[in-house]
């Protein structure tokens, strides 16, 4: 069974930068696609940027690009999500996901495991 941990969300001033990291506990982590979602109080949960198993490629939703790179360090089993430029409409909890076959890196459906989620909030 996977498991997925996520940390480094907190509280920040906007303008400002956080870190997520999610660390999985699977011997094949490699062979995953990695996703970050988020979902705001009253919304529903929306993608945030995914990344291929070998990190070829990535993917932003248009709120997040050009202030939030995804990475990945197979090594560590750890897929990251930094923040930069942060708005208080990116105040979330964010989850990360893994995706064994992904045919749209963009659906949470396609997604696998999920992990508990880590809240970012972001003051004006």
């Known amino acids: 069974q996977v498991r997925l941990e996520e940390s480094g969300g907190g509280l920040v001033q906007a303008g400002g930068s956080l870190r997520l990291s999610c660390a999985a506990s699977?011997?094949?982590?490699?062979?995953?696609?990695g996703g970050w979602f988020r979902q705001a109080p009253g919304k529903e949960r929306e993608f945030v940027a995914g990344?291929?198993?070998?990190?070829?490629?990535?993917f932003y939703a248009d709120s997040v690009k050009g202030r939030f790179t995804i990475s990945r360090d197979n090594a560590k089993n750890t897929v990251y999500l930094q923040m930069n430029s942060l708005k208080p409409e990116d105040t979330a909890v964010y989850y990360c996901?893994?995706?064994?076959?992904?045919?749209?890196?963009?659906?949470?459906?396609?997604?696998?495991?999920w992990g508990q989620g880590t809240q970012v909030t972001v003051s004006s």
């Open positions: 699977i011997r094949t982590f490699s062979s995953y696609a």
């Open positions: 990344i291929s198993w070998s990190a070829g490629n990535t």
């Open positions: 996901a893994l995706c064994r076959r992904c045919y749209n890196n963009y659906d949470e459906d396609e997604y696998d495991s």
